[in-house]
């Protein structure tokens, strides 16, 4: 294996000096293919700026996108995206430009599958026919036009299970390279021959013209026994007589030689015993050791004739099954599936794993697969589908009606819950595959669409599909949607090729890609292109139009209206809204109920002046007349919630006629509950918009409450009404009499507390001490806040003995532990002063649901409460210590990384504790990379550097500084979700560099790295925003005032940038942001006519899409009067007819108090021009009866 890795190094080596090779490794199964792959491309290190490294392997069961198009085509498609433009070598400054020295733009892929497409069209009649390239032939071409400029290294294992178009590639790619050496371009290819199950001589199997052969010699006995002895080192010892037993048997085949330890260690003969040699003396007689020494030979075993049905059928399932699967496909109960099963392990090829079992290797299942007959064999995988598809509808009919987590939930029932919805999902996405491997690429293409609306309804939101939180999960969720959707669209490509010419119209076809389309038109909001997503949600409202079934056309019409008021277009999102509405007339009910309660969130969330109180009304009277009670109470709370900012009696109003209807229904608990949640969503709303008034980070903060920035109410007055409303939910609760609603209610208002007080004492923590011994105005409002009165601590602490009181009586473990901890962990004084009784009552209910974590982090904090009080520690730091490496399986990767950087701190703190420190936040660092947290990997990362330069162990600050490097790099043709990560962290690392012309160009650098991603492009923007901001810090900086003028234009083209690509996509919300930045950057630079013209610009376009906000703001800056320059700015028709356009479109809306409020402001704009007569005019008109 040495030898074949400094040959590829070799090979490597002259390959980047402009030789190109094509290298195919050939060596039977399990003798370690993929392991020396892996070794070589480990070893060759990260890729450097200008190098595409890519691989695959063929056969994988998840089901990567290239299934369709064909594993090598959909890398070559990778690496043409991810280098996206070959670019010119850079000549000396005094050369003269070539007329073609500009960067060659390469084909993405879009403009491969036209030009293959057009490439299959049969040429015109002539006399001399050039036949057109093939397929193959054009994705070889352009990997090799990629290498003239760029080295490509392009590693395939396990070739011998490539797909046809797989394989047409590698056999042009094989004889190009033949043809033509002065190309950068390295092929390696790694295959085994086929398996042999009876005397039949060996075959060569895949094995491509022109490739030249590199045999991967077998591990020699030494080699494997090392492998061995590190192997068997946890149970001791291993007995030479033995060992040497099991290298014979072995062959050099690695995968052999561990399957037999794993023979002798299931069997549980590997034991820990005094003068006793470790080893299996029975292992020969053992029913699974024939069949591994026919495999090491290169053979399989002789398999009885009904034990070799089923290890078809299994193998047909794929190279893991489970237990209640084969159940189902034998029709037998899963006790008898079992014992079925234990036959199949006999064999030797099939192992427990997990609570699955697999395969040896995929190429064992594969051929036992390949053995069937191809019509049995496709008859098989529809039915697996099928059961597949059936089991996945049963899982999801098990997921709660409730989107958020119950107080009646325990952790480990919450993880039951997500392995439930991960086994659905791996179920889906394998029906896909099945249904295609049976030809019916309709059904794979619904049961991918499937895939993706799944992932949608259990995404938690956009903000986690669209990657916001840094989480590697939610990031590879939206990936993967986005490989789902390729294949749909690509099965459903298949199925209509398949469908005969001039045949009727499919009507589960045409569904299918009604759903298709919504899902993409849901997917392109996510990624901020609307131009798109409104193509793609008006195709499927159009398609849905010829259905004979309504309900699609109902969920299409959804999308519709969700794409246009997230682009920012309510003129077209009141549009489409006309068409929902009347839609609901011929829709089923259960479509109409789930459609009017999501319409009545939205409008909860939306802004839409004059439609609020025509449309709710609506949606709670046909709630009521479907018989859906429950909906009609949650819209009333819905619309409670977009009507509290007004000073009317309105909203308590809407609460007593919820309380009539609730009685009336029988629901009054389940309104206390809405009313709490929604109470809480307005607390949280309100605590939001202070928080940004006050923090700095949007407007000055007017902690004085001089009238900076936006004007705000006290912090009591916007609390008030919210909070009235929590405690009307609790009296609500107790009046219905329901203990478990009561306990709802008060864990909602718990936790609301909790939140306000840390959001409002981080405020107290920033500006404190930079008042000094001043309480300004607004701090001490806070102050006041939290010491009396709903959020102060006693308030606190007599809601939690509320809350241990209902969850006693109820018997739920959960709440009462997790209460207990949440009290502790903030110091609550009576919580405190009862922590020697209160920590084991919350270990002993932590225990009682098995919850892991939690007892960890109750020791965490327990640990912090001796130290304070200067009593031992150790035995609580020892005893979540040994609870965390008991049962840190059971933890998520992201709590496994808290608790570890948690204990790396406390061992820190310690004398003899520095290596326990290091282990526990190297462990950390790795499990935040895992994740995708890149601030955390920073914040480890910099404890570690600073650990490691004073231990003096320059070695490891090294490795640790070139990691973070390694992330800089420009790598083409590396997967998305890297590129992703790499360009969180250079953005992270941007905001916090000094030098800002660094910081420019770390930004920029971004820019190139969105390029390379599959919808980059809408997050583009992100980059020049943050290099206008940068350049604005400067330019406030700035000591000149030619330096604050060259910051500021540069500033002006980021923002004009930015604000064109939204515009192309259609994100006017986004384009609105940026007029305003641009505004700023014009009147800083004095250029007022051109500040006039943008402004024109933004209010057309606010009228065409119907900003009604963005309408009144510009309003308001018409209205800015200048007393000492006197009217010179001002143009007084414009803004009179500015004003009269404006009332007229807002009272065409229902707008009545934007009307009103608009009519005041100009009424006295006019009265402070000293145009008296004509403020009397306006005033005198009526804009409302």
Partial sequence: MDRLNEQLRAAWQATRGGRGCFLHILAPVGAGKTTALGRFLEEIGAPSERVAVVSARFGDEPGAPGRVRGVVEELVVRVAEGVRAIEIADEPEDAAPASDDVPWLLPGGDFLAAATEIASLPPPASEEQIPPPTRAQIHAGLLMDVAREHPVLVVLDDAHRADEGSRHIIEALARRLNEETDVRLMVVLASAPPLREGEEAPAAGFVPDKAAVVPLDALDRDGLAVVLRGRLARFGEADETWLGFVLDTARGNPLVADALVQVAERAGALRREADTPLGDPQLAERPEFAGLARLAEGRLPELRAHVRSDVQMAAVVGRRFSASLLALLWSTPEEAALIRIDALRATGLVVPEGDRFSFLSGDIAAHYAGTLPDKEREALHARIATLLRASARAEAAEEPTQPYLDVTETWSESRRRDRRIHDELDMLWAASRHFAEAGRHAAAAEAAVTVVERLFATSGGHPYLAGRFGRRADRERRHRIYAALTEAAAHLDLARQHRPLGGAVDPEMM?????????????????????????????????????????????????????????????????????????????????????????????????????????????????????????????????????????????????????????????????????????????????????????????????????????????????????????????????????????????????????????????????????????????????????????????????????????????????????????????????????????????????????????????????????????????????????????????????????????????????????????????????????????????????????????????????????????????????????????EHLLTLARQE????????????????????????????????????????????????????????????????????????????????????????????????????????????????????????????????????????????????????????????????????????????????????????????????
């Fill in 994 to 1185: 000094a030098d800002d012309e660094r910081a420019i160009e770390m930004v920029e650098h971004c820019v190139q790295l969105f390029g390379r991603m599959p919808d980059g492009t809408t997050r583009i923007d992100e980059c020049f925003v943050e290099i206008s901001k940068i350049c604005r810090r400067r330019a406030d900086e700035a000591q000149t005032e030619s330096g604050f003028q060259d910051w500021l234009r540069r500033s002006l083209d980021a923002v004009r940038i930015a604000a064109s690509i939204n515009r192309s996509l259609g994100n006017f919300h986004r384009v609105f942001e940026e007029f305003h930045e641009l505004f700023d950057d014009l009147l800083g630079l004095g250029a007022y006519d051109e500040y006039v013209r943008a402004r024109a610009e933004s209010r057309e376009l606010a009228f065409s899409v119907g900003n009604v906000a963005e309408l009144l703001y510009l309003f308001e800056e018409h209205l800015q009067y200048d007393a000492e320059t006197g009217t010179k700015v001002i143009r007084l028709p414009e803004v009179r007819g500015f004003y009269e356009a404006l009332i007229r479109y807002l009272l065409g809306l229902g707008a009545i108090e934007q009307a009103l409020k608009t009519q005041e402001s100009f009424v006295g704009f006019l009265a402070a021009l000293g145009e008296v007569e004509l403020a009397e005019h306006y005033r005198a008109q009526r804009i409302a009866d």
């Fill in 511 to 983: 569904a299918i890609h009604v759903r298709l389309l919504t899902v993409r038109a849901r997917f392109k909001e996510v990624m901020g292109d609307f131009t798109e997503a409104r193509r793609h949600a008006d195709a499927a409202v159009e398609v849905a139009g010829h259905l004979p079934e309504p309900g699609g056309r109902l969920e299409a019409l959804r999308v519709r209206l969700e794409v246009c008021y997230a682009a920012g277009d309510a003129n077209a999102a009141r549009e489409a809204l006309v068409h929902l509405v009347r839609a609901f007339d011929r829709a089923p009910r259960a479509d109409t109920v789930r459609v009017l309660g999501w319409l009545a969130e939205a409008l909860g969330r939306w802004e839409w002046p004059g439609l609020l109180s025509r449309l709710f009304p609506f949606i709670i009277e046909r709630l009521q007349t479907h018989g859906a009670p429950r909906e009609a109470v949650r819209a009333r709370m819905d619309w409670l919630a977009s009507v509290t900012e007004a000073d009317e009696k309105g909203p308590e109003l809407l609460v007593h006629e919820a309380i009539t209807d609730a009685k009336r229904f029988g629901e009054l608990s389940y309104l206390a509950e809405e009313l709490a949640r929604c109470a809480a969503e307005l607390i949280q709303s309100q605590v939001d918009g202070h928080v940004d008034l006050l923090s700095g980070e949007f407007y000055p903060p007017d902690l004085y409450g001089e009238g900076m920035g936006p004007t705000s109410p006290p912090v009591s007055e916007r609390l008030g009404r919210p909070v009235d409303f929590l405690n009307w939910a609790e009296s609500l609760a107790a009046e219905s009499g329901q203990r478990l609603s009561q306990l709802r209610v008060l864990t909602t208002m718990l936790g609301t507390i909790y939140e306000t007080r840390e959001r409002f004492a981080d405020l107290l923590e920033q500006w404190m001490p930079v008042t000094g011994d001043e309480r300004p105005m607004r701090l001490a409002e806070l102050l006041h806040v939290l010491e009396q009165g709903f959020f102060a601590v006693e308030h606190v602490e007599a809601v939690s003995e509320r809350v241990l009181a209902l969850a006693t009586e109820l018997q739920l473990d959960q709440v009462i532990a997790d209460t207990i901890y949440e009290a502790l962990d903030r110091d609550l004084p009576q919580v405190v002063r009862r922590a020697d009784s209160l920590f084991p009552a919350a270990r002993a209910a932590y225990e009682r649901v098995g919850d892991v974590y939690g007892m960890i982090t109750l020791s965490l904090v327990q640990v912090r409460h001796l130290e304070r009080r200067e009593l031992d520690p150790e035995p609580a730091f020892a005893a979540g210590l040994e609870a965390f490496r008991e049962g840190a399986d059971q933890l998520s990767a992201e709590q496994r990384a808290f608790v570890n950087l948690r204990y790396g701190e406390l061992f820190l703190e310690r004398r003899d504790g520095l290596d326990e420190a290091i282990d526990h936040l190297e462990q950390a660092i790795e499990l935040y990379d895992q994740i995708g947290d890149v601030e955390h990997v920073q914040t480890v990362g910099e404890i570690l550097r600073e650990v490691y330069r004073k231990q003096g162990d320059l070695g490891r600050y090294r490795a640790l500084r070139e990691r973070f490097r390694a992330l800089e790099f420009r790598s083409p043709g590396v997967d998305p979700l890297g590129l992703e990560l790499r360009i």
